[in-house]
T-cell receptor
Framework: EPEVTQTPSHQVTQMGQEVILRCVPI?????FYWYRQILGQKVEFLVS????????KSEIFDDQFSVERPDGSNFTLKIRSTKLEDSAMYFC?????????????FGPGTRLTVT | SQELEQSPQSLIVQEGKNLTINCTSS?????LYWYKQKYGEGLIFLMM?????EEKSHEKITAKLDEKKQQSSLHITASQPSHAGIYLC?????????????????FGQGTILTVHP
């Protein structure tokens, strides 16, 4: 069964460093998403991406964050100058179509720890 | 913004017992998703409901969306230790005033289910 994959599974970085979280969505999917979950809190939407551009972003997704689809398979989330409060699980998701007609498949997540 | 409240926040049951988890929205739900998450892991899709009064079942799990489309319930029959985990409901964003919908999910805080053998 096709699945969304994410690398690395765990990333430790020092405050102020840049990190890139990688995702490989399901191959025929066209819509891509990043969510994050701070320990003990809700899963929060960060950004959605379609047709090589951002469809929507939350207020969390400020200038520190960027997304990119550098090739036909990868979807990345870059966090510039990480802060302690960026420590969280980051989930990538993809869907074949916009919601209301299709399910959104989630990856296993990358645990980011900023020290 | 769409707010989802889940109840109970946690649930401990004996294996074999039935249980229900509720998800209540402050606004009309246009798409309601149920996911299961094991601690520290990804979200596993369970079911999606769209129509008022809709009910779906998969193995021993049944999800319903009420007629008013503001509340959903997830019912597990004859629970097993494998059902343990965190159950999340998520709502698709409402159609905006411009008529455009976005594929963004807003989640409830989750219900932690423990099943004792």
């Amino acid at each position: 069964e096709p699945e969304v994959t994410q690398t690395p599974s765990h990333q430790v970085t020092q405050m102020g460093q840049e990190v890139i979280l990688r995702c490989v969505p399901i191959s025929n999917h066209l819509y891509f998403y990043w969510y994050r979950q701070i320990l003990g809190q809700k899963v929060e939407f960060l950004v959605s991406f379609y047709n090589n551009e951002i469809s929507e972003k939350s207020e969390i997704f400020d200038d520190q964050f960027s997304v990119e689809r550098p090739d036909g398979s990868n979807f990345t989330l870059k966090i510039r100058s990480t802060k302690l409060e960026d420590s969280a699980m980051y989930f990538c998701a993809s869907s074949e179509a916009e919601l209301l007609s299709d399910e959104q498949y989630f990856g296993p997540g990358t645990r980011l720890t900023v020290t | 913004s769409q707010e989802l409240e889940q109840s109970p926040q946690s649930l401990i049951v004996q294996e074999g017992k039935n249980l229900t988890i509720n998800c209540t929205s402050s606004k009309t739900l246009y798409g309601l998703y149920w996911y299961k998450q094991k601690y520290g892991e990804g979200l596993i899709f369970l079911m999606m409901l769209q129509k008022g009064g809709e009910e779906k079942s998969h193995e021993k799990i049944t999800a319903k969306l009420d007629e008013k489309k503001q509340q959903s319930s997830l019912h597990i029959t004859a629970s097993q230790p494998s059902h343990a985990g965190i159950y999340l409901c998520g709502a698709d964003k409402l159609v905006t005033s411009s008529g455009t919908s976005y594929g963004k999910l807003t989640f409830g805080q989750g219900t932690i289910l423990t099943v004792h053998p």
